[in-house]
């Protein structure tokens, strides 16, 4: 490929940039390793930089345009070429949060190499977390810790191996004789089981809330909420389109994973002590469990 072709997707460090003014901005806690950029201003401002010399034009498309508000509009923001080919904007204040969103460069949707990237609107998407001042709920603090666990097994009505993300609360592994209830915590359109502990910190949150008082230990268990049968054709999707459930999650939770998690963990397996909740389309999940 000649060299004129390449498009340097590359973040600038902090020795290659000017520092920002002294308003209290830092480098959003979502970035990759070592990425100064998005920089989160005091007053909720964002300010991204990519150097892309090659590109014609770059824009930042806010979350509205994947229906998760954030107060900056659906329109794409351009940003602004130097003379070094360093593309810079720095957006109004966003709404508190985690927020998905990608750039548009000549045009085309690519995520930021600054951002890590998280599951959602069907493909891995570029995130941001907007701190909220003074809101701690949700962080990681000197209280007992439960544990997360991985477990994959075969569906049969799926025809596929897939995995639950299951929280175990604090003691689960000392008190052998204690059971609990059970919350299913299903995602949002276009997320997967990992949403609610990757972008969500549902672990943390009930961490903190168990140290508090404010809550009763369970366990939680986070399955991916779409499911397909073998021969079924696969759900054509675009990232401003979630697809809809399949209608055969009701049947592989009830039949499949209920059962499972009861004969795997010491639940308190009746249907006083077990919840189902969840995110936009997991809060509108129907299922009635045994």
Not at 44 to 58: D, G, Y
Not at 143 to 169: D, L, M, T
Not at 190 to 199: K, L, S, Y
Not at 259 to 277: E, F, S
């Amino acid at each position: 490929m000649k060299k004129q072709m390449l498009l340097a997707l590359v973040f600038l460090t902090a020795a290659a940039v000017p520092a920002l003014a002294a308003d209290g901005a830092q480098p959003a806690s979502t970035n990759v390793r070592g990425a100064e950029y998005p920089k989160v201003h005091s007053d909720l401002r964002i300010t991204f930089r990519l150097v892309a010399p090659s590109a014609q034009k770059v824009q930042f498309v806010p979350p509205e345009a994947g229906n998760t508000p954030s107060g900056l509009g659906k329109a794409p923001i351009d940003l602004v070429k130097d003379k070094e080919g360093v593309w810079t904007v720095t957006v109004p204040p966003v709404v508190p949060g985690f927020h998905y969103y990608w750039l548009l460069v000549n045009g085309v949707a690519v995520n930021n190499p600054g951002s890590g990237t998280f599951f959602g609107f069907n493909k891995p998407t570029s995130g941001i977390e907007v701190p909220e001042p003074g809101a701690d709920f949700y962080g990681i603090k000197e209280v007992p810790h439960g544990e997360v666990r991985a477990r994959w097994y075969f569906s049969k009505i799926a025809g596929q191996w897939r995995k639950a993300n299951i929280y175990a609360p604090p003691g689960y592994e000392t008190d052998h004789g204690k059971c609990y209830p059970v919350l299913y915590l299903q995602q949002g359109g276009g997320e997967d089981e990992n949403g609610w502990t990757r972008q969500g910190r549902a672990n943390f949150i009930l961490d903190n809330l168990l140290a508090a008082g404010k809550a009763q230990p369970m366990i939680i268990v986070m399955n991916c909420g779409y499911a397909t049968v073998p021969g079924e054709a696969p759900v054509v999707t675009r990232p401003d389109r979630p697809a809809a459930p399949p209608r055969h999650f009701t049947e592989v939770m009830v039949r499949e994973i209920i059962p499972m998690i009861d004969a795997a963990y010491r639940t308190l397996p009746d249907r006083a002590h077990r919840a189902m909740a969840g995110l936009s389309m997991g809060g509108g999940r129907p299922c009635r469990s045994p």
